[in-house]
């Protein structure tokens, strides 16, 4: 089982619409876990992290689910600004190896 | 302003031509990081570094070497270039590890 996996997507949805994105994880010990944005050739910048509480940024919810190891992203009202690639990101125990990334989902939002 | 920061950018060299990319961040981070990315393959990081004169492997360190003599910068280099090296590589640092990570803007690197 891969460390951590993506719908790649792509997601194709009109402006307004809301979208939901989901990745699983392998490790049951990580303890860190974010949501990155990545546009088309730029570098990844962070979204979000991930609280097991859940957690609301605007029209951005993320969500954990540890027991079933499973984290969400939920877009409300979705702009064309929106459009990227989402990148699932959950911190590995293995020594010194910080983060782990999903290859991510691609968001294409269109007017 | 807080910022990693890599050179070159844009990089066309041919196989065996040793070459260094270099990156510095400002924010007096002891985690530094190298990874590569790959169409379908995703961020694999290279190679990594705790802290000055502490760096390790990642999980593609083939083919590349990094040293860490400052806190502040990252160098990564290649000895002998080859082609599937070519790739867009980002440097990234953070306070330490499962923290958020700062990304440097990336270096599209192509060996023929």
């Known amino acids: 089982r891969k460390e951590v996996e993506q719908d790649p997507g792509p997601f194709n949805v009109p402006e307004g619409a809301t979208v939901a994105f989901n990745c699983t994880y392998s490790n049951s010990a990580s303890q860190s876990f974010f949501w990155y944005r990545q546009d088309c050739r730029k570098e990844p910048k962070l979204l979000m992290s991930?609280?097991?509480s859940g957690n609301e940024d605007g029209r951005f919810t993320a969500q954990l689910n540890r027991a079933s190891q499973y984290i969400s992203l939920l877009i409300r009202d979705s702009k064309l600004s929106d459009s990227a690639t989402y990148l699932c990101v959950v911190n590995s125990l293995a020594a010194g190896t910080a983060l782990i990334f999903g290859k991510g989902t691609t968001l294409s939002v269109s007017s | 302003e807080a910022q990693v920061t890599q050179n070159p950018r844009y990089l066309i060299t041919v196989t065996g031509k040793k070459l260094t990319v270099t990156c510095s961040q400002n924010?007096?981070?002891?985690?530094m990081s190298w990874y590569r990315q790959d169409p379908g393959l995703g961020l694999r990081q290279i190679y990594y570094?705790?802290?000055?004169?502490?760096?390790d492997k990642g999980d593609v360190p083939e083919g590349y070497k990094v040293s860490r003599k400052e806190k502040r910068n990252f160098p990564l280099i290649l000895e002998s270039p080859s082609p599937n090296q070519t790739s867009l590589y980002f440097c990234?640092?953070?306070?330490?590890?499962?923290?958020?990570?700062?990304f440097g803007p990336g270096t599209r690197l192509t060996v023929t």
């Open positions: 570094s705790m802290n000055v004169e502490v760096t």
């Open positions: 990234a640092s953070t306070l330490r590890p499962g923290y958020e990570q700062y």
């Open positions: 991930v609280y097991s």
């Open positions: 924010m007096n981070h002891e985690y």
